[in-house]
């Protein structure tokens, strides 16, 4: 999901509370997305893991209350590249030329009103 304002803290307190009981939460996309006040909390009752790879700020700050749970894993934003990245996007750009060119629909197709919204 996009950091946008309606995107912001979208798992707040409420929202983290309706999670099962011995749920993982994993957020490798924007770390606006969770409340980092609410999450420790829910953690630190042992009914909550997190493993984020992204947060808010980031990255934390020495001491913050993320850091403390021992069920709450925080990674230095690892899950970006792979590697593969490029070769995959040269072959799908190269995939939808042949299609454009073929008249055949494209795969990839964006709507100019959701430029704004997208990550």
Do not use: K, Y
Not at 34 to 62: I, M, N, S, W
């Amino acid at each position: 999901a996009p950091a946008l304002p309606e995107t912001h803290h979208l798992l707040d307190a409420r929202r983290l509370a309706l999670l099962q009981d011995g749920a993982t939460l994993i957020n490798t996309a924007r770390g606006s997305l969770v409340d980092t006040a609410a999450l420790p909390r829910r953690c630190a009752t042992g009914r909550l893991d997190a493993v984020l790879d992204v947060t808010d700020p980031g990255p934390l700050p020495p001491g913050h209350p993320l850091l403390r749970p021992p069920n709450v894993l925080v990674t230095p934003h690892l899950a970006g590249s792979q590697g593969h990245e490029l070769c995959r996007l040269g072959e799908f750009t190269v995939a939808e030329v042949a299609r454009f060119v073929g008249g055949e629909p494209l795969h990839g197709t964006i709507c100019s009103g959701d430029l704004h919204r997208i990550a």
